[in-house]
């Protein structure tokens, strides 16, 4: 009966020990010179020193690339968070022909690969920009604009599930109580969606703020880059600079990581409550 236990015990620990090792690889080669990393990859350095860590913060201009990374994640979650909320919710209490197409609608867009729309898309952003005159590419505010799109599903999906659990009779007492439609969601009904709020906006800033692909069709001045294009400067066409990426990505996961660690706890609740029912 000691095996039985022990044995699924080990292969959890193997398991895990493989998954974190790139992480073990990416932490230690930061701190090697290129020299070291080439000799063992795998050794731990010889000396800790910050110096790769100094340079990669001034090649990735770091300061305007993390601000333009918070400023990005944290506008586009906001807008996605409170739209999304309530659309799940008008169409949660509607409950007619229209709203069922259109939330169907909406999960179905989670279905659709990116790379299969990112040049269609591109070229309409480019369209806009020419004729309407509205920036929609080379600018934050445009790339948040289609962030809030492509966010827009699986946040109103989570959303759904979680309204389907709340009590009509609730919304029913605080409308007799004098609560209008603006006053009973905000007082009523958005403080009870905690848990899928914080399950939204974890699964968003992982999203976001680690998204390579659409801040590089959309983002070329240098002024505009997030952290992983800048991150990305450093894999060069003929030549790489290992330990200083290697730093650049540890920099990069750190508030990230951070975030999570504080909020992880709502992933499961939330997901559960939300997706789940209804």
């Not at 009904?189 to 998204?211: A, S």
């Not at 952290?227 to 400067?233: E, L, R, Y």
């Amino acid at each position: 009966m000691k095996t039985k236990k022990i044995i699924p015990n080990i292969l959890v620990v193997v398991f895990c020990l493989l998954y974190l090792f790139p992480i073990y690889l990416i932490l230690t080669n930061s701190f090697k010179s290129r020299a070291e990393m080439y000799e063992n990859m795998v050794a731990l350095p010889t000396k800790f020193s910050l110096k790769y860590y100094a340079s990669a913060l001034d090649k990735i201009n770091f300061s305007i690339s993390l601000w333009n990374s918070i400023v990005l994640t944290v506008v586009s979650i906001a807008i996605i968070v409170i739209l999304s909320a309530m659309t799940a919710w008008m169409f949660v209490r509607s409950k007619n022909k229209l709203s069922t197409f259109f939330f169907g609608l909406l999960v179905a867009t989670m279905l659709i690969p990116f790379q299969t729309i990112m040049m269609p898309l591109m070229q309409e952003m480019n369209w806009i920009g020419n004729h309407l005159h509205i920036p929609m590419t080379d600018t934050v505010p445009g790339l948040i604009f289609m962030y809030i799109g492509f966010g827009a599903g699986m946040g109103v999906f989570l959303y759904h599930g979680f309204v389907n659990s709340i009590p009509v009779s609730l919304e029913e007492a605080a409308t007799i109580d004098g609560c209008n439609t603006w006053t009973l969601f905000w007082k009523i009904v958005f403080p009870i969606l905690k848990p899928t709020t914080m399950t939204v906006i974890i699964l968003d800033v992982i999203w976001i703020w680690n998204d390579y692909l659409l801040p590089s069709l959309t983002l070329k001045s240098k002024a505009n880059r997030t952290i992983p294009i800048s991150t990305a400067k450093f894999f060069g066409q003929y030549t790489i600079s290992w330990n200083e990426a290697m730093a650049a990505l540890v920099i990069t996961i750190i508030p990230v990581a951070i975030f999570y660690m504080f909020c992880q706890k709502y992933i499961v609740k939330g997901v559960a409550a939300g997706a789940v029912k209804g």
